[in-house]
C-alpha cells in the first residue's frame, strides 16, 4: 500500500522486500557461484561462498565436451521459429475470436487449453511412430512443430485477452472509412496489439525453451536443443556438481539474459486480461 | 455485433487454429485409444493383440493409480496455495516504493525462466542434500539434525522446487493487477483511515480476484503434468510417496515399454484432466466473463 | 525482430537441408555420459585420421535418457543411432529379438579371444558376439584402511556379511560425520536392485524358481531386507533412500564412508587424488558372501553394437573394432596413463606389468569379473541367466517396482514385510499378464 510511510517504516520494508527478493534469487545465484569452483571446493563443507579458487575449468570441459553454441542455436531456432509460426496461426483467430464473438467462442477457447492437458508421455509412442513415417525424427522442423502446437492454445488465450480490451469504437471508426479487413487488421489493429504480441511471444519462448519431453524424445543430434545438452550432465559418474552449475548456467543464460531485459514488456502483457 | 460478413471472415481466421489444434488432439488420440485396446509391448512386438478394455482394468484396478491420483491433487493443489499466497505477499512488497525495485523484480522473476530440469537438479544436490546441501549446513550450523529432504518428506520437498519455479509467475501477475488499483482508491482508503488488513480485504483482494484465477488456470494447467521435477529428484519414490498420474504413465510407457498399458493410463489421464479443466472453467470462466 | 526471426528461419531451412550433403558416412553413436565414454570422445581423432571418410556424431545422454531413447528407437526401427551403447541385460534379449547385428567382421587383429570369458559369454547369444564390451565391471568392497586401523580391525580379501555389519558398527561416528557403510538405496533396476539382487544371491534367494514363480515370499529375501535395511539404519548416512552410485561415490571421496560396496570401476575414481580426498587411504576386498558358496559381486559391461537394419554397418564395426581394441587401450596409456585405461574387458590387460603397477586394484578386480557366473548365478537353480538381473525383457518394469518398494523400506515408510509382500504381489501380476506362469 503506497500510503505515506515513516522512514523507519520504509527500512523495513526495504530490508524485508531485499530480503524475499535474494532468498528467491539465491538458488540461481548459488548454482552461479559453483559453476566456478573446482568440484572439491562444490562439495566442500562447510560451503565456500565466495572465498574459493575461481576457475574457468568447467566451462571449458563442458565446451570440449559439447558443442554448447549448437545446442543454443537449435534452442533458439525451436523457440522463436515454432512461436513465430504459432503467432501468424494465432493472431487471426484470436482478432476473429475477440471482435466477431460467437456463441460457442468461450468453449471453443477452453477446448483449446484443454489439448495441453494431454500428457505428454501417454501419446509419446504414437507420436514417434508418426514421426518416424514422415521422417521428421531429429528435425528442426518436426519439433518444432510440436512446440509451435503446444503453445498455440496459450498464444490464442493471451492475444484474445489483450485484443478484448481493444476499444470497439476504433475498429468501427475504420470500418466505416472504408477500410478492408486485412488493413483493418495491419494498420489499426496490430500497431495497438503490439505490446500483448510482445509479452506473449516472450511468455511462449520461455516455454517452448524449457519443453524438456519433447524435445529430449524426438530430437537426437542434428536438431537437439540445450534440454539434450543438459541431459548429458545430470547424473554421470564421479562428481558433477561443478561442471552440471557450468552447463546449468549456460543453459539458462540466453533465456535468463532475454527475459530481464524485455522484463517490462512481458509485465504489460501477462495480464490475460485480468486487468481492468 | 457482428455483423454476416464479418462472422464469416471470423469462421476463415479462426479455423487454421482450429484445424491444426484439432488435428494435434485427435490424430494422437484416436492412435491412443486403438492402442489401449492392445496388447503391445514395444519389447515384444510380434506378439500384438486385441485385448478390449484389460488395460484400462489393470490401471485403474493397480493399487498405485488411487495413490498417484492423490499425489497429484496434493501437489497441484499444495503449489497452487503457496504460490499463490506467496505470490500476494512478494507482490505487495514489490509494489512498494523501495530502494533498487527494478533489480528485485529482476531477481524475483529469474526462477521462471529456468529449466524444470535444471531447478530440480540445483535443489536435489546444491542445496536439499542431507549431507553436503546448503541447507544440511545451516542446520548443522544452529546446531539441528540436517532435514533429510527427499526421504523423509518426499512430497513437502516436490512441492518446494515446484513452487519455486511458479512464485514468479504469480508474483509477476499479482503485482501487474496490483499496479493498476488506481491511486485514487488508494487515497480515499487513506482518508477514510482504513487500517491496513480491511484496505487488504476489502480493496486490493477483490481487485486482484481476477489475477488469481487466471494465475490458477494457467498454472493447474502445467501443474497437472509436473514430471521432470519428479523425475530428478525422487524418481517417484520412497515407495510411491511422490508418484503422480504422469509419472505412473511414465513407468508404463518408458520403463515397462508397454505400449498398451501407456496409452490406457494415457487416456485415463486425459479425462481426469479434462474433469479437473471443467471444474476449473466453471469458477474461472464466470469470473472472467464480461 | 522481424528480420532476426526471417535469418533464422532461413537458417533452419539452410541445417536441415544442407546436412544430408556430406559425401562422407556419419555414424551417429549414443553413449552414456560417464567418465570413460567422454574419454572416448576425446580420442575420436585417432579414429577419423585413420577413417578419413568417416565422421562421428555423438549423443552422449545420462544412462536412464539413453536407455530409454534407444529401446524406443529400436523397437520402433526409428533408425535413428548407427552404434548404441547398451548393457549385459539389453545384448541377450535384443539379439534374440534379431534387433542387433551379429559383430563378425572386427578385423583380423581384434583378437576376440582376448576378452574375458565371463563378459564375453554376457554379450554373446548362439556363440556370437553381438556387442562388443567397453568396459566391464563387478562389484566389491572399497574401505578405508585408516577408519579400519582405527577400528581395530582387520579386512579379510574374502570378507563375510557378519564381519562388514561388525566393522560398520565400529566404525561408524556420526559426531564426526562418518558412516560405516554406504550402499545404494535410491529405486532403481540399475541402481539398488543391482545392489540388492547380487546380495539375495549370496544369502541363497533368486528372483523365480525354475517355474518362473516369484520367490519374495521366501526366507532368504527376507533375511536379505533384515540384514540391508536395520544395517543403514544403524551405519548408514541420512538419506541413503536416495543415494545412487553417484552420491554414495560423492560421500566416500568426500572422506564420509567407512566402506562402500559398489562397481569395480569406483576404484579408479576413489584412488584418483583429483577427485578423491581419500586416494592413499583406500583398500580392496572382494563383495562378502555368506558361506553358502556364492558372493554378492555382479557382472555388468558398457558394451557398442550395431541395430540391424542400419545402412553404415561397415562403418560401425570399424569403429567398435578401434574402440574396443587393444591399440585403444594403449592409446588411452599413452595419453592420459594406464590407471584411466577402461577397465575389465580384455585378459591381456590383467597381464600387462604397467597397468598392475598403475592401478592397485586390478587383481580383485579380475578375480570379482572372473568369479561372477551370469549362467549360474544363485545357490537354487534359475531357469533365467543374469546375476544382478533376470535377462527377461519384462525384468525393467518389475524391477523398477520392485526398487521402489525396497527404497521405501529403506526409508522407513514401508515395513520389510510389506515390501516384499508388495514385490511378490506386483512380480506375480506381471509374470501372469506376461504368460510366464498361469
Known sequence: MAMKQSPAKRVGVTVAAWLVAFLIFFPILWTFLTSFKSELDAIAMPPKFLFFNWTLENYAEVQERSNYLKYAFNSIVLSVGANFVGLLIAVPAAWAMAFAPGKRTKDLLMWMLSTKMMPAVGVLVPIYLLFRDLGLLDSLWGIGFVLMLLNLPIIIWMLYTYFKEIPVDILEAARMDGASLLNEILYVLTPMAVPGIASTMLLAIILSWNEAFWTLNLATSNAAPLTAFIASYSAPEGFFWAKLSAASTLAIAPILVLGWFSQKQLVRGLTFGAVK | ?290 | MKVLVKALLGAVALTSFALPAYAETTLTIATVNNGDMIRMQKMTDDFTKANPDIKLNWVTLEENVLRQKVTTDIATKGGQFDVLTIGTYETPIWAKKGWLVPLDKLGADYDVDDLLPPIRAGLSLDGKLYAAPFYGESSFVMYRKDLMEKAGLTMPEKPTWTFIKEAADKMTDKAAGVYGICLRGKPGWGENMAFLTATANSFGARWFDEKWEPQFNTPEWKATLDYYVPLMKADGPPGASSNGFNENLALFNAGKCGMWIDATVAAGFVTDPKQSTVADKVGFALAPDNGLGKRGNWLWAWSLAVPAGSHKTEAAEKFIAWATSKHYTDLVAEKDGWARVPPGTRTSLYKNADYDKAAPFAALTIESIESADPLHPTVKPVPYTGVQFVAIPEFQGMGETVGQDFSAALAGTMTVDDALAKAQASTTATMKKAGYIK
Do not use: C
Not at chain 2, 529469474?110 to 542431507?130: G, Y
Open chain 2, 1 to 290: 455485433m457482428a455483423t454476416q460478413q464479418t462472422s464469416a471472415a471470423a469462421r476463415v481466421l479462426v479455423a487454421p487454429s482450429v484445424i491444426l489444434l484439432f488435428l494435434w488432439m485427435i490424430v494422437p488420440l484416436a492412435m491412443t485409444l486403438y492402442f489401449s485396446s492392445l496388447r503391445y509391448s514395444l519389447l515384444d512386438a510380434e506378439n500384438i493383440g486385441f485385448v478390449g478394455f484389460q488395460n484400462y482394468a489393470a490401471f485403474l484396478s493397480d493399487p498405485d493409480f488411487l495413490s498417484a491420483l492423490v499425489n497429484t491433487l496434493v501437489l497441484v493443489g499444495s503449489v497452487l496455495v503457496i504460490s499463490v499466497g506467496g505470490g500476494i505477499l512478494v507482490a505487495l512488497l514489490m509494489d512498494q516504493p523501495v530502494f533498487g525495485q527494478n533489480a528485485l523484480r529482476l531477481m524475483v522473476i529469474a526462477p521462471f525462466f529456468v529449466m524444470p530440469t535444471v531447478s530440480a537438479l540445483v535443489w536435489k544436490n546444491l542445496l536439499m542434500n542431507p549431507d553436503s546441501g546448503l541447507f544440511a549446513w545451516i542446520a548443522r550450523s544452529l546446531g539441528m539434525e540436517p532435514v533429510v529432504w527427499f526421504t523423509n518428506h518426499p512430497m513437502m520437498s516436490v512441492v518446494i522446487v515446484v513452487s519455486w519455479e511458479w512464485l514468479p509467475f504469480a508474483s509477476l501477475i499479482l503485482l501487474t493487477a496490483l499496479q493498476s488499483l488506481d491511486e485514487e482508491q488508494k487515497e480515499a482508503a487513506q482518508l477514510d483511515g482504513a487500517g491496513a488488513l480491511p484496505y487488504f480485504f476489502y480493496i486490493v483482494l477483490p481487485h486482484i480476484a481476477r489475477a488469481i484465477t487466471v494465475v490458477i488456470l494457467i498454472e493447474t494447467i502445467f501443474l497437472l503434468s509436473v514430471f521432470a521435477e519428479i523425475y530428478v529428484t525422487t524418481g517417484g519414490g520412497p515407495g510411491v510417496a511422490t508418484t503422480n498420474i504422469p509419472f505412473l504413465v511414465y513407468k508404463e510407457a518408458l520403463l515397462n515399454f508397454d505400449v498398451g498399458a501407456a496409452s490406457a493410463g494415457g487416456i485415463v489421464a486425459v479425462i481426469l484432466a479434462n474433469i479437473v479443466a471443467i471444474f476449473l472453467m466453471r469458477i474461472v470462466g464466470r469470473n472472467l466473463e464480461g
